[in-house]
Structures are given as C-alpha cells and as structure tokens.
C-alpha cells in the first residue's frame, strides 16, 4: 500500500471504509422515462461504475414534479420511483448516495404541471442558453416563491431524502450548486428578494440552512453531503463575492450541523487579457481547509 497513488489509498468518510478516493460525479443522464428510475439499463450503468468500496453519486434526483427542468429525469417523490431505484441500489455493490435536486427557475413550461410558471427566489427569466451544439435553450418566466411558500419546498427535499434511504442509498447530496434553485437564493446576481430570504449573506443561505437542517434531521447528518458551486456561473447566476458566500454556508451551516462531506466544482480556468495566458483566478483549497468534514473535488480532473 504504501507505494499506491494517494488516490487509490483507502479512506475514512465518517462511517464508510471507502477503498479508494475516485469519486463518481452526478451525471443526469435523462433516461428514466416517466420520472421512473429504469432498473434494466440503469443497474447495469451505475454496476459498470461500481467497484467494491468506492463511492457512487447518483444523477440528480427531483424532488417534486415541479422541481424537473430536464426531461426523463429520476424523481424520489412517489412510492413507484422508490421501489424503481431499490432495485437499482440493491445490484450496486459500492456506497451509493442520492443526489436531490430542483432547478427552481431552470425549467420550460412543458416540465411543469399543468404548464405554471416554475418556481424561484425570483421572477427573473434565465436568458437563452446556447449549449455546445448550437442549440438553443429558453426557459419559462418563473414565479417568484411568497415567503410562506418555502417551508413546504424545504419539506420536499426532507421527504425526497426519506424516500432515498428507504430505497437503500446510504446518503443523500443536496445539489445545491450550478445555477439551479439553491443558487438561485445563495447568488446575489440572482436573489432581489426584500424578505427573511433576500438580501443580506445570512438571508441569502437561509433557504439552503433550512433545507440542510431538515434533512440532516430526517436521515441524520452522518449520511449527508452538500454540492456547491461558488465560482460557477452557470445559467446566468453568479455571486459577486463567491468565496464569502462559500465560507459562510461552511461556517454557518455545514460544519455546526456536522455534514459528512462537502462536494464542490473546480473553478475552470480562464484567459488572462493581458497576456492571453490560460490562469486559475481562484481555488478551493481554502474551502477544503475551513470544512471539517470529507472534501470533494470535482471538475476537469
Ligand atoms: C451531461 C452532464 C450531466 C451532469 N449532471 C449533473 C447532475 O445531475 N448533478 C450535478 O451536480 N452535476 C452534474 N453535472 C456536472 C458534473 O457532475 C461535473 O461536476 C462537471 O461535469 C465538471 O466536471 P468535468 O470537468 O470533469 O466534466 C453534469 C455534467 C454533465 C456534462
């Protein structure tokens, strides 16, 4: 062992004797027709990844009907979906954790129920996004959530969370990164709200506190992981401040709730003017030396 790469020594993550650090990221593959996880061809997928203590996590997961922004995406909201991925958990050998998700206003009219508007911190729309192929994307003009609303969204999440562990994932991570309903409350290009939920730092995460807490109450925080994205600007939606706002979700809120890991992107590198040099401008490390628990790491590795 003592000649094996970092990488593939084996590691401690609270409870779970993982065998190596190689991580497989959430990857939203958009083939579970229905909002049902399909055990046939997903078993196999997730298996062919799987090795015997590493760690799996899952494609995102929405949390409701109103959370979906992508079509056949997996959803852990009805009793169908769970007894779709127990089947599915049950082929992987390896620590498997549930990735749960909703993409606020990063949504079309034709993922909603009945057509409505998706939900958000704000009534701002998504500008059309042009994807690497050419085609572009547009997105519904969301509905801005009333204060009194947010607590049924946080109870979502806690719901969804029971639900991934009653179909046997070991964990659950909040995708609380890349532009979608988390964001759009944390970044301030984003949230123009003048409520408990807007405005300062503090009220900025309040959303993001509260769903955290709600679920490390409900399947414990020993089973739960956080994904943030601070520099990512994806879907129009950045921070002015990203490593403030990063610091201060960890300080405030992952590390007094005792969250076993903290999965974060890479910031991407970018063109210096001046000198047409490829550069960092930031990094993660302070993150990783702030959070007390296990740090993940993922982008362009
Ligand atoms: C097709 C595709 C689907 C993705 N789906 C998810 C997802 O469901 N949840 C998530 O948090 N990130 C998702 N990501 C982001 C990846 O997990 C990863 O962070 C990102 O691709 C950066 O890593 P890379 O530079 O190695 O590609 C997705 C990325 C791609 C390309």
Redesign the pocket.
């Known amino acids: 062992m003592d000649s094996a790469p970092p990488l593939l020594t084996p590691y401690k993550m609270g409870a779970f004797n993982l065998a190596h650090r190689v991580v497989l990221?959430?990857?939203?593959?958009c083939r579970a027709y229905g909002n049902v996880a399909q055990p046939a061809h997903m078993s196999l997928y997730y298996c062919q990844r799987a090795t015997l203590g590493g760690l799996l996590?899952s494609?995102?997961c929405a949390v409701s009907e109103a959370a979906r922004g992508y079509p056949d995406?997996p959803g852990l909201w009805t009793d169908e979906q769970v007894e779709a991925w127990k089947l599915i958990v049950d082929a992987v050998h390896a620590v498997f954790f549930a990735?749960i998700?909703h993409t606020g206003r990063v949504s079309a009219p034709e993922f909603q129920p009945n057509g409505q508007a998706p939900i958000s911190s704000t009534d701002k729309q998504v500008p059309p996004q042009v994807s690497h192929d050419g085609h572009v994307n547009t997105f519904a003009v969301p509905r801005r959530l009333e204060t009194n609303e947010i607590p049924h969204v946080v109870n979502e999440f806690r719901i969804a969370a029971r639900n991934a562990i009653k179909a046997g994932f070991d964990g659950v991570?909040i995708?609380a990164?890349?532009g979608y309903l988390f964001d759009q409350f944390m970044k301030d290009s984003t949230n123009d709200r003048d409520d408990m939920y807007g405005g300062t730092l503090e009220n900025r995460c309040r959303f993001t506190a509260e769903v955290v807490a709600a679920v490390a109450g409900e399947v414990g925080a020993d089973r739960l992981g956080v994904?943030l994205?601070p520099f990512t600007d994806y879907m129009d939606c950045s921070d002015s401040d990203p490593e403030t706002l990063a610091l201060h979700v960890i300080h405030r809120t992952l590390n007094p709730t005792g969250v076993l890991y903290c999965?974060m992107?890479?910031p991407r590198m970018r063109v210096n003017p001046d000198d047409g040099k490829l550069t960092l401008p930031h990094m993660l490390l302070p993150f990783r030396k702030a959070f007390r628990g296990t740090f993940i790491a993922?982008?362009?590795?």
């Open positions: 990221a959430p990857l939203t593959r996590i494609e995102a995406v990735q998700w991570e995708h990164a890349n994904r994205s999965h992107l890479e993922s982008g362009g590795y």
